[in-house]
């Protein structure tokens, strides 16, 4: 029980950190942000800013792989 309260409040931390940080960045940056700009920010808002970054460069990977996957015909 006690590791399911650790890793609850872990995540629960990561998050608030990333909402934290994704807020600040939209405060400081706005919806003109560069790419260099984004990834620092991702880079900073830790694990699940990492996560997305992996999100992304997966779907460019899938999208130059299969170009029709996602296209609505």
């Known amino acids: 029980m006690e590791l399911f309260f650790s890793v609850l409040c872990i995540v629960s931390i990561m998050l608030l950190w990333f909402i934290i940080v994704m807020f ?3 405060k400081t940056v706005g ?3 560069k790419t260099w700009q984004i990834f620092v920010f991702l880079f900073i808002a830790g694990p699940i800013g990492w996560a ?3 999100i992304m460069g997966m ?3 899938i999208d130059k792989v299969f170009p ?3 296209k609505g015909k």
Do not use: T
Request: no cysteine.
């Open 68 to 70: 029709n996957l996602f």
């Open 31 to 33: 919806k003109d942000a």
């Open 59 to 61: 779907m460019e990977i």
């Open 24 to 26: 600040a960045a939209k």
């Open 52 to 54: 997305v970054v992996l």
